[in-house]
């Protein structure tokens, strides 16, 4: 074998080599990013529904009659003003690194209503995927009558996203002596 | 005169590719090491914030406040026996005395502000060298008594 054919091997050697090297670089850079780009959209996602349940959540206990008065299937979102947060028809717009999301909840039609309960969906749209938590909102007011009782029934939770288990121990809370005078 | 098997343009063509060659992959060996560092201290920055985040979350949710006690670089959580407080200096987040951020995360800021009922706290964090930073706004609702 000559020289001249050793380099030609040589090259077709580098080529194959280069084409294989070029494939995985295209996968890591590819991989990675979207990686990156869903985990950035995770943390994103994980503060929206966490502020929107405990904006809900506040708001419910304030007055429950604004959850109860939603109108089903129709799409709102939480606008903050100098005193809390009002609930506004329409859906909340936010950039994130030039990525357009979309935030709003709905009222479904009377799925799981119950007893003074409320269940809200709330959904947020990425350019990439659609996510949906689901949030039970009850009338504690009329549920927790002294400050004994509401003390167990809000160091009851033991993490944050056991809102729907929180709601059902409020109704095993044990009836007091005012309570069954209320009754009466 | 000895007769070599190549030209002297033959075997400087040869240098000049496979040095070409050498320097691209050193590029692409470089370039990938940088991501993946890049890479790497961006998820520990968002794993820091998403402990701390949940932190204050769970503990908006549990505690049971009398009333409002935060001020612009500390939240208060208020519970029947004693409570919690999250204090920012200088560079740290704290829960009472136990520093909830790593030595390798600075927080850059911290500010609290409230409208209503509601808390508001801005939290920035930034790495070891300073070059990448996230930040989150988590929103809290301060639960009262209405005796």
């Keep these: ?70 109108e089903y299937n129709k799409s709102y979102f939480l606008k903050p003003t100098t005193s809390g947060y009002i609930i506004t028809e329409g859906v909340e717009m936010e950039l994130l690194k030039s990525n357009q999301y979309l935030i709003w909840f709905e009222k479904p039609s009377s799925i799981g209503e119950q007893d003074n309960k409320k269940l809200i969906y709330i959904y947020i749209q990425s350019p990439f995927k659609a996510y949906k938590n689901s949030l039970l909102l009850a009338n504690i007011k009329e549920k927790v009558f002294n400050q004994s009782q509401w003390l167990i029934s809000t160091t009851s939770v033991i993490s944050a996203n056991t809102s729907s288990i929180y709601y059902q121990e409020i109704d095993n809370i044990t009836t007091t002596d005012d309570y069954i005078k209320l009754l009466d | ?57 769970i503990n908006g949710i549990i505690s049971t406040s009398t009333n409002i006690l935060s001020t612009s670089s500390i939240v208060f959580h208020i519970f029947p026996s004693g409570y919690d407080h999250f204090y920012y200096t200088s560079s740290d987040i704290y829960l009472n005395n136990n520093k909830l951020n790593s030595k390798e995360i600075y927080v850059k800021n911290f500010y609290v502000s409230t409208s209503g ?18 930040f989150a706004t988590s929103v809290l609702y301060l639960w009262q008594f209405e005796e």
Excluded at chain 1, 32 to 40: A, C, T
Excluded at chain 2, 37 to 51: G, P
């Design chain 1, 1 to 70: 074998m000559n020289l001249k054919s050793q380099i030609l091997i040589e090259v077709l050697i580098g080529i194959v080599f280069l084409s294989f090297l070029s494939i995985l670089i295209f996968l890591y850079f590819n991989v990675f990013s979207k990686i990156d780009l869903i985990s950035e959209e995770s943390i994103f996602v994980y503060t929206k529904f966490m502020n929107y349940q405990n904006i809900l959540l506040g708001l419910s206990r304030e007055n429950f009659s604004q959850i109860e008065d939603l």
């Design chain 2, 117 to 134: 009922n509601f808390v508001s706290i801005f939290l920035e964090l930034e790495n070891k060298n300073r070059k990448q930073n996230i």
């Design chain 2, 1 to 57: 005169m000895k007769k070599y098997s190549f030209t002297l343009v033959e075997l400087l063509v040869y240098f000049f590719v496979m040095g070409i060659l050498g320097i691209l992959i050193g590029i692409i060996f470089y370039s990938i090491i940088l991501y993946s560092e890049n890479y790497l201290q961006k998820s520990l920055l968002r794993t820091e914030l998403f402990k701390i985040l949940n932190r204050l979350y």
